[in-house]
């Protein structure tokens, strides 16, 4: 599975950005698909998973009512709408795909990365 992020770039605070991951080599539809972050000089840090019928979410509390995972299995794709962003929210955001069924916050996890995309938020 190749996943390719997209979507990030330069906003305000308080403004929003749509992230994309569009996944191929493999159809995802079976896989608990996830974003993460990792900021500079940080650990790479949960953001959202969704599991294969979109049906279940699950966010940390940093961004829990801000942030919205979603998933169109037709396209192989994973959206991350993050809306509210604040500076601390500046990282590269990567998405992952873990098989199986059962969500997970823990990156070790995760059988595939994409290659990240930097959102930075100016205060």
């Known amino acids: 599975v190749q996943l390719q992020a997209s979507g990030g770039g330069l906003v305000q605070a308080g403004g929003s950005l749509r992230l994309s991951c569009a996944a191929s080599?493999?159809?995802?539809?079976?896989?608990?698909l996830g974003w993460f972050r990792q900021a500079p000089g940080k650990e790479r840090e949960f953001v959202a998973a969704i599991k294969w019928s979109g049906s279940s979410a699950d966010y940390p509390d940093s961004v829990k009512g801000r942030f919205t995972i979603s998933r169109d299995n037709a396209k192989n794709t994973v959206f991350l709408q993050m809306n509210s962003l604040k500076p601390e929210d500046t990282a590269i955001y990567y998405c992952?795909?873990?098989?199986?069924?059962?969500?997970?916050?823990?990156?070790?996890?995760?059988?595939?990365w994409g290659q990240g995309t930097l959102v930075t938020v100016s205060s």
């Open positions: 080599g493999r159809t995802v539809s079976s896989y608990v």
């Open positions: 992952a795909a873990r098989g199986g069924y059962t969500s997970s916050s823990t990156p070790t996890l995760y059988n595939y």
